[in-house]
Structures are given as C-alpha cells and as structure tokens.
C-alpha cells in the first residue's frame, strides 16, 4: 500500500501538471505484481495449512470458512471506504475517493491503509 501511495501521489502530480499526465501505466506493475504474488502464496499456503493441519471431517469446514474470509475482508473494505468518504468530504471540499482522481487524494487512502496494516501486525 505504501508502494501504491507512492506511485500514486506520482501519477496524480504528474496529471495535475501536465494537464492528464503522460505518465504511463507500467508505474502500476511493480505493485500489481507484487499484491498477486501475496495472494496466490497466501491462498495456497492457507488451504494446505487446511489439509494437512485438519482432520478430514473438519477440511471442509475449514476451507468454507477460508472462504467466509474473503467476503468478511469484502465487508470491511466497504465499511472503511464509506468511513473515509464521510470523514474526508465535506466544507466545499471533495472526498478523497471522489470520481475525479485528480482532484481527490487516492495516495492518502493508501498511505492510511497501509498505517492500519502496520498498527495491525504490530499490534499481533
């Protein structure tokens, strides 16, 4: 996230002076790559973790709620994106998530998220 914050707060400066910005989308890359390398291992390390950890009549349930997961992290995700647009919209000014991406600030949602993160793993 912060590497997406990063690239971000680029893309936007890069659109703000240059009327749209010729920046080009390869700067996306490094971070797509790197977020599909961490869910494909994560994925496969959790449902292996799953068989070979669990007893067969549990495997199934484990996997189900492997899955349950997903749409909870869905759930959460929604509820912190409603959160910032009531937070930081308001005043005459626009969200940080606004439709138009270079008047809203996309790069502090990143920079937020990945603080959560951080405070998270810190916290464990």
């Not at 914050?5 to 920046?23: A, F, M, N, Q, T």
């Not at 971070?31 to 070979?52: H, P, S, T, W």
């Not at 626009?94 to 990143?110: A, E, K, Q, S």
Request: glycine share 10%; aromatic share 14%; proline share 3%.
């Amino acid at each position: 996230m912060a590497v997406a914050g990063v690239v971000e707060k680029k893309r936007r400066d890069s659109g703000l002076s240059h009327g749209g910005g010729p920046i080009s989308v390869m700067w996306l890359a490094p971070q797509l790559i790197l977020l599909g390398f961490c869910e494909a291992f994560n994925i496969i390390g959790q449902i292996e973790f799953y068989y070979k950890e669990f007893p067969e009549n549990v495997s199934s349930v484990a996997n189900a709620l492997f899955f349950c997961t997903f749409s909870l992290a869905s759930y959460l995700s929604s509820l912190i994106v409603t959160i910032v647009h009531r937070v930081t919209g308001g005043g005459g000014r626009p969200n940080w998530l606004t439709n138009d991406i270079n008047v809203g600030r996309v790069d502090y949602f990143y920079y937020v998220i990945a603080g959560m993160v951080t405070y998270l793993y810190k916290s464990l």
